[in-house]
């Protein structure tokens, strides 16, 4: 099966920076998501690219994605403290599959 | 918005008893899906359900789970010997037209003692 690998796996940085989390993958994809989940909370669904896009906006999120390198960034512009959470990616193929995340820390 | 849900939002078990986690899909949605996360792990994909069957499972899926959509409504999820390892929180997820487009549920916590 395959699945998005996450790096950093940890990230630090003060509110109002910007955060770029990258995910890597091994097969071919129909496309990637980025779900986000608080401290022992859901995954909340934040942004899907498909295999033919190659960069695609949602409010303070961008995406890419590079087919060709089999990778996926996610920035998130000016961060706030409710940024705060683990942040992951999934590849499709017969069913999706999770890296191990991003963990994020937005310090006031 | 539409929602997956899901019951209880925590339960703790004795070893070695059976547990049922329900979920209830998006009313129009065809795929389901059970996913785990041990605490402070990834979240891992455990089974796929589509047309009322196993359409994939993982090697985590083994004989002690099984999953059934008892009346057309609810999705559950069965351990029928539970283990201390399978403590962890459960998700389940539903989607429309396969895996674009998943809706997860805000999960089950379970705690085997």
């Known amino acids: 099966s395959q699945q998005g690998e996450e790096d950093p796996q940890a990230l630090s940085i003060q509110e109002g920076e910007n955060a770029t989390m990258n995910c890597s993958y091994k097969?071919?994809?129909?496309?990637l998501q980025w779900y986000r989940q608080n401290s022992g909370r859901g995954l909340v669904h934040l942004i899907l690219i498909r295999s033919n896009e190659r960069e695609k906006h949602s409010g303070r999120l961008r995406v890419t994605l590079d087919t060709s390198k089999k990778s996926s960034s996610l920035l998130i512009t000016a961060s706030r403290a409710a940024d705060t959470a683990s942040y992951f990616c999934a590849t499709d193929g017969s069913d999706m599959r999770f890296g191990a995340g991003t963990r994020l820390t937005v310090k006031p | 918005e539409p929602e997956v849900t899901q019951t209880p939002s925590h339960q703790v078990t004795q070893m070695g008893q059976e547990v049922i986690l329900r979920c209830v899909p998006i009313s129009n949605h065809l795929y389901f899906y059970w996913y785990r996360q041990i605490l402070g792990q990834k979240v891992e994909f455990l089974v796929s359900f589509y047309n009322n069957e196993i359409s994939e499972k993982s090697e985590i899926f083994d004989d002690q789970f099984s999953v059934e959509r008892p009346d057309g409504s609810n999705f559950t999820l069965k351990i029928r010997s539970t283990k201390l390892e399978d403590s962890a929180m459960y998700f389940c997820a539903s989607a429309d037209r396969g895996p674009s487009g998943y809706t997860f549920g805000s999960g089950t916590r379970l705690t085997v003692v």
């Open positions: 097969t071919s994809i129909n496309n």
